[in-house]
Nanobody
Framework: VQLQASGGGLVQPGGSLRLSCATSGFSLDSRTIGWFRQAPGKEREGVSCISSRDGMPYYADSVRGRFTISKDNAKNAVYLQMNSLKPDDSAVYYC????????????????????WGQGTQVTVSS
């Protein structure tokens, strides 16, 4: 199981970025896959995921309506479209996968994810 995140960068407030997570070694339909972020001095937090339990997307309250998670099984890739970015969205973003069929009370817990990609830095600043 391997994951590699990319697509981060510097963007102005209100701008957009699309993060990509290239995966290998597993089927996207067989595992829960998620995006997390960690800002300096803060704990890692769940941003969004697609659960293997029901295929539904889950979002943190802070990003719902602005971020969209999607996947392309043919490309073994997962994406995070981030719109209306705010300075508080600045963090290192990680993609991760879990063999567990996580739901709304468990998808955002980093300990439930056993495989992680390296992070990609997102900085929202004018």
């Amino acid at each position: 199981v391997q994951l590699q995140a990319s697509g981060g960068g510097l963007v102005q407030p209100g701008g957009s970025l699309r993060l990509s997570c290239a995966t290998s070694g597993f089927s996207l339909d067989s595992r829960t896959i998620g995006w997390f972020r960690q800002a300096p001095g803060k704990e890692r937090e769940g941003v969004s995921c697609i659960s293997s339990r029901d295929g539904m997307p889950y979002y943190a309250d802070s990003v719902r309506g602005r971020f969209t998670i999607s996947k392309d099984n043919a490309k073994n890739a997962v994406y995070l479209q981030m719109n209306s970015l705010k300075p508080d969205d600045s963090a290192v973003y990680y993609c991760a996968t879990s063999p567990l069929p996580l739901g709304d009370r468990s998808w955002y817990i980093p300990m439930n994810f056993g495989s992680w990609g390296q992070g990609t830095q997102v900085t929202v600043s004018s």
